[in-house]
């Protein structure tokens, strides 16, 4: 499966893949602490392509990177609809422990984000990890 990145490491901008290019989609006050992409040519129950979160060295927006399988999955609730972010470990620190933190401050975030923009009151929240091997 080809995951291509959208939004690298450290990034305080969450950013999406559009036909003009890769277009700002909004501000986090989290910088996100891993890589953010997409399994190119999926679909989720959101309607967009599935959602992958990598752990490893920061890489450049547009990377692409190949998997056979993935090492885990963070489960969560976006706008009332599932979307759980497939997991791949590259190398160096990893802690699912501070993912499990970012993630519940993320869809703090996000409750915040929806009543704000879009005035409206919905559901966002982390619900766990599942590891399928640690390294």
């Known amino acids: 499966m ?13 950013y999406c893949r559009t036909e003009k290019g890769y277009e700002r989609a ?15 040519g999926t679909e989720s ?5 599935e959602d992958v979160v990598v752990l490893g060295p920061r890489l450049p927006k547009g990377s ?6 993935f090492d885990g999955m963070v489960k ?5 609809i599932r979307d759980d972010k497939k997991l791949v470990y590259i190398s160096g620190f990893s ?3 501070l993912l499990a933190y970012y993630f519940r401050l993320y ?4 409750v915040f984000l929806y009543a704000f923009s879009k005035g409206k009151i919905t ?3 982390f619900e766990g990890i599942v590891l399928r091997k640690l390294h």
């Open 107 to 110: 869809a703090l975030f996000k």
């Open 2 to 14: 080809k995951i291509i990145i959208e939004t690298p490491k450290y990034s305080f901008w969450k």
């Open 64 to 69: 692409t990177l190949e998997r056979e399988e």
């Open 26 to 40: 909004f501000f986090s006050p989290l910088p996100t602490i891993f890589n953010y992409g997409f399994i190119e």
């Open 123 to 125: 559901t966002c929240r």
């Open 95 to 97: 802690s699912p422990l």
């Open 76 to 80: 969560f609730l976006d706008n009332s």
């Open 45 to 49: 129950p959101d309607g967009m392509e």
